[in-house]
């Protein structure tokens, strides 16, 4: 394990922002926590970066205590952005990369390719506050990564990206896991994290959800739901056995299955009636499973044992 | 490279290469020269001239013309011309009222014109009462008045000996009775006039002023921005955060100390070409005095240290410079304080008002450097019983000072930079304490 979070705890007076939170982050993985807004995410990124200290519990790389070496290993971005409006590009990346322990020399030698991969080469002796707010995102990107770091933080980073700089830094991402980088970011958008991620854990109210491979979390959730498109009156559909439930969109219905439902029998039934054109069973989305997970109270979920923790 | 250096670096950089740096590098001497040697040089002009006046003799006992006589004894600085010039002597019978008014009207308008500084009017028996005389001026010189009050006092005495029965005389009473003129003389046994030291004290606050409220609240906007900006969060995933405070102090105090730099360099320039420069005798006894100096700049960096870190704070815990403004005010008036009791710690500066406001840490900077101008020993001098000793404990009790306010602030710091939105209540910013 390249960072375990280990029964980890922090609570700001009453309010417990991170309670008893353990996290193994695999190296060399895409990893992402997601959670709905005020569950814990910032928290819990800040206690990794030794910037917040836990009440209890602890954090660990490579097995060993956080420690102020640490901070040169990691690269972090922040949720909401900020650079030096006043100094250059060059200037920027140079200090962020000097503070994670490089020498400038080290640094010039990788500003351009850099900034050419993210199309600012042009930019580089002119001021940030020059630069548009996409372009800086991408800027703090690179002031992320300049130096090399083994493990790779990134808060909301597609926020404000238009789609060609989100498939660009998406494949740098890419390029960074192959690498064998470890990715950590958290996102409530979850159609990227479901493109992304090797890894999900999800936080609400500062407790673990869930955790576990992307496709394991989905099968475990074991709630399939059925597309169908059908010629005739499907009133009869709901009534059905292993059907939770009915939604009627436009150009087709979606069926919510129950828990072990047997779509064999829920197809003979409905062609039995209709004429069915298309009968589709969809994976859960990611989307599905945090509107289902986010909706119950984390304490009820753990102590049903019903934890979708795999 | 150590973190501390990199950030020190940064802040220096971010601060020397503006150009108001160095506008206020070569703006401020001129202007503190300005202030400084003007007034001295002022005052020194208008002495330069022979003042003129006239007398309205009433009295029917040329007590005018001995007042003429009188003033001859007055000589201008470095020269033989005479201080005063008596135009005219009107001798009247005091009963002629038509004559007196109409010269007395032709005397002020010469006052108005400027073509007489002052003219005395004599009625009858001044030596009865004081109330039989009265001089018309628009000047207030503080020295002429007293050598016109002094002159006339003998010119009466003598008047009033003569119609006594005391057989004495008139020598031996002037001797007895004469006011004398005093002249004021420092601790070093030599006379520096007061508005020289006062002017001088003014210049050396008002750079101390300048520099320590200036970059005190560099570094507070400098802490404001990272946190607006949300750079913060990066520094302190980089750095810890008693090393990103005292980065910053260091960095923007060694500017302070460029610019205090390039003055010294100016400043030992101008020593050694005061011949050349006419510099009021007095100013350069003060700024080059030696004690004056090694104060000031011990005092400058303590109180940079001090009052920047209580920026630094404030900067931690506000969201916006113009929340921080409501805590700029009352840090500011601390520091302006001394300029409005200032007059009264000139006056008494040994006064255990003024010793006991001098060691008060906020106060210390600017109290005891106004302690020092105004008393300052001269070289041969130096003991621990007076001023000396009195700034050494000001600087060490300061200093002490500055560490307990450096150990506070990073307890806050670190929890403020990282906190948005709402601004902590006091008993919050307590607990971080504690925490």
Redesign the interface.
């Known amino acids: 394990m390249l960072l375990e979070l280990k029964n980890v705890r922090k609570a700001y007076g009453d309010k417990v922002a991170v309670d008893n939170l353990s996290l193994d982050v695999p190296k060399g993985v895409i990893y992402g926590i997601i959670g709905p807004n005020g569950a814990g995410k910032t928290t819990t990124i800040?206690m990794i970066?030794?910037?917040?200290v836990p009440d209890s519990g602890e954090v660990l790389l490579d097995g060993q205590r956080v420690t102020?070496d640490f901070?040169?290993r990691?690269g972090?971005?922040?949720e909401?952005?900020?650079?030096?409006?006043?100094?250059t590009l060059e200037e920027v990346i140079v200090?962020?990369g000097?503070?994670?322990?490089r020498t400038r020399r080290e640094l010039i030698a990788k500003i351009d390719p850099w900034l050419q991969r993210m199309n600012l080469a042009e930019y580089r002796l002119k001021k940030v506050e020059e630069l548009s707010k996409g372009m800086q995102q991408k800027l703090q990107f690179v002031?992320?990564i300049i130096h090399g770091p083994d493990l790779i933080i990134l808060d909301e980073i597609f926020s404000g990206l238009d789609p060609l700089n989100i498939e660009l830094i998406k494949d740098i991402i890419l390029d960074l896991k192959r690498e064998g980088k470890t990715i950590l970011f958290s996102t409530h958008v979850m159609e990227q994290a479901e493109k992304l991620c090797d890894h999900v854990c999800m936080i609400n109210r500062g407790q673990k959800v869930i955790d576990g491979r992307l496709n394991e979390v989905k099968a475990g959730f074991g709630k399939n739901s059925v597309q169908i498109d059908i010629e005739g009156d499907g009133g009869f559909i709901a009534e059905l056995e292993g059907v939770g439930g009915v939604t009627e969109f436009n150009n087709y219905i979606e069926l919510n299955l129950e828990e072990k439902a047997d779509t064999n029998c829920i197809l003979k039934a409905i062609a039995d009636r209709v004429l069915v054109r298309r009968f589709d069973i969809v994976e859960p989305s990611l989307y599905n499973i945090f509107i289902d997970t986010a909706r119950i109270d984390p304490a009820e979920l753990n102590n049903k044992g019903g934890t979708t923790d795999v | 490279?150590s973190?501390f250096w990199?950030?020190f670096r940064?802040e220096y950089a971010?601060v020397v290469r503006k150009k108001s740096f160095i506008v206020g590098i070569l703006l401020t001497p001129v202007i503190l020269g300005a202030l400084t040697i003007g007034p001295t040089f002022l005052a020194r002009m208008q002495s330069s001239e022979t003042e003129k006046l006239a007398v309205i003799d009433r009295s029917e006992m040329q007590i005018g013309q001995s007042f003429k006589e009188a003033l001859t004894e007055y000589t201008l600085p470095d020269s033989d011309m005479p201080y005063y010039s008596v135009e005219q002597v009107f001798e009247l019978p005091a009963t002629d009222s038509v004559k007196f008014a109409e010269i007395e009207d032709s005397l002020r308008h010469e006052i108005q014109d400027k073509d007489l500084k002052y003219f005395l009017v004599i009625n009858q028996n001044p030596q009865v009462s004081d109330t039989n005389l009265y001089l018309v001026t628009n000047s207030d010189s503080f020295r002429s008045l007293n050598r016109f009050e002094k002159q006339l006092s003998n010119v009466l005495s003598s008047i009033r000996l003569e119609m006594s029965d005391i057989n004495l005389s008139t020598d031996s009473v002037l001797a007895l009775t004469g006011r004398i003129d005093l002249v004021t003389r420092d601790a070093k046994g030599e006379s520096l006039p007061f508005q020289v030291k006062y002017f001088s004290m003014l210049a050396f606050l008002m750079i101390m002023f300048g520099m320590i409220i200036g970059y005190g609240q560099i570094v507070m906007r400098s802490v404001i921005?990272e946190k607006?900006?949300?750079?913060m969060?990066?520094?302190?995933?980089?750095?810890?955060p008693f090393q990103l405070l005292a980065g910053k102090i260091a960095g923007l105090g060694a500017a302070t100390f460029t610019q205090i730099g390039v003055w010294v360099i100016i400043g030992t320039g101008l020593y050694f070409m005061r011949g050349s420069l006419s510099i009021p005798s007095g100013v350069d006894r003060i700024i080059f005095d030696p004690f004056i100096i090694i104060s000031f700049v011990l005092f400058l960096i303590a109180g940079y240290l001090f009052y920047s870190t209580i920026f630094a704070l404030i900067g931690s815990i506000v969201n916006s410079e113009k929340e921080a403004q409501n805590f700029i005010m009352p840090v500011t008036m601390v520091f302006v304080l001394p300029f409005m009791v200032g007059i009264y710690v000139i006056q008494q500066p040994n006064s255990t008002a003024s010793i006991v406001m001098s060691f008060i840490p906020l106060l210390t900077p600017s109290m005891m450097m106004m302690r020092v101008i105004f008393l300052a020993p001269s070289l041969t001098e130096y003991t621990l019983n007076g001023i000396v000793g009195e700034a050494l404990l000001g600087f060490v009790t300061l200093s002490l000072s500055v560490v307990a306010i450096i150990w506070l602030t990073a307890k806050i710091f670190r929890i403020g930079i990282?906190m948005y939105g709402k601004r902590p209540t006091f008993p919050e910013i307590m607990k971080w304490i504690k925490y």
Do not use: A, D, H, W
């Open positions: 800040r970066m030794n910037i917040t102020s901070r040169n990691v972090y971005l922040p909401e952005r900020g650079l030096y409006k006043k100094m200090y962020m000097e503070l994670k322990g002031t992320t | 490279m973190k990199i950030i940064r971010q921005e607006n900006s949300r750079i969060e990066v520094l302190i995933s980089s750095v810890s990282l």
